[in-house]
Structures are given as C-alpha cells and as structure tokens.
C-alpha cells in the first residue's frame, strides 16, 4: 500500500455493483476493510440496488 501498488487480482464478474470495475483492487478498498474491523459483508445485486436508490434519494 505504500507504493500504491494494487493489493490483489480477482476475476471480473458481471454485477450491478458500479464501483467494481477493474480486476485490481485498490488501496482505498483495502484501507475500507482494514478501517471496518475486517468486516466485509456479502451483498446480493438486489441489495446494492435498493442501497443506491436510497442514497440518490437523499442525495449521496
């Protein structure tokens, strides 16, 4: 992470999930991980949808 050096390569998928795009993680995805105890929660399509309306409708 020093290097802004990507932390690791995983296969691209198709997803409703619009910050995925690129096989390379960022560093920015790795600070998230780090910064949230660990915790990365598994999240359906459907899930990341009605998560993006709801912020669009209060203008995140």
């Known amino acids: 992470m020093r290097q802004d050096l ?15 795009v690129s096989a390379v993680s960022s560093c920015r ?3 998230a991980v780090r910064d949230s105890g660990g915790r990365v929660p598994a999240l ?13 409708r209060v203008g995140l």
Request: aromatic share 4%; net charge negative; charged share 30%.
């Open 6 to 20: 990507p932390a690791v390569q995983v296969a691209v998928e198709p997803t409703d999930a619009y910050s995925i």
């Open 29 to 31: 995805g790795v600070v």
């Open 44 to 56: 359906e399509d459907e899930q990341l949808k009605t998560a993006r309306r709801e912020s669009a």
